[in-house]
């Protein structure tokens, strides 16, 4: 069974960074999809980026492009998220998500394997 494991979440003003990490225990599979999501209150979760495992390929939601990176450490079987210009509009609970369906949307939540339990990031202005 995997277990996806965030950490890094934290309380920072607008401008600042943090580092989230997702470490995976367990077998995954190579040549994946790992995503991040995030879920604001009130709000839809909606996914903020994924990267293919095999590979460079990875999306972004457009409110992130320039802001976010995803990168993976195979060797750790963890993937991050580096968080830049942080603003109050990213705060959100922030989760991992690994192993995507065939022919899932890299942004559907429900497409994942494995999900984690999250990480909250705070941006106050």
């Known amino acids: 069974q995997v277990q996806l494991v965030e950490s890094g979440g934290g309380s920072v003003q607008a401008g600042g960074s943090l580092r989230l990490s997702c470490a995976a225990s367990g077998y995954v599979r190579s040549n994946t999809l790992m995503a991040w999501f995030r879920q604001a209150p009130g709000k839809q979760r909606e996914g903020v980026a994924s990267?293919?495992?095999?590979?460079?390929?990875?999306h972004y939601v457009d409110s992130v492009k320039g802001r976010f990176t995803i990168s993976r450490d195979n060797a750790e079987n963890t993937v991050y998220l580096q968080m830049n210009s942080l603003k109050p509009e990213d705060t959100a609970m922030y989760y991992c998500?690994?192993?995507?369906?065939?022919?899932?949307?890299?942004?559907?939540?429900?497409?994942?394997?494995?999900r984690g339990q999250g990480t909250q990031v705070t941006v106050s202005s």
């Open positions: 990267l293919w495992t095999g590979g460079e390929l990875t």
């Open positions: 998500a690994a192993d995507l369906s065939p022919g899932g949307g890299w942004d559907s939540w429900s497409a994942y394997k494995y």
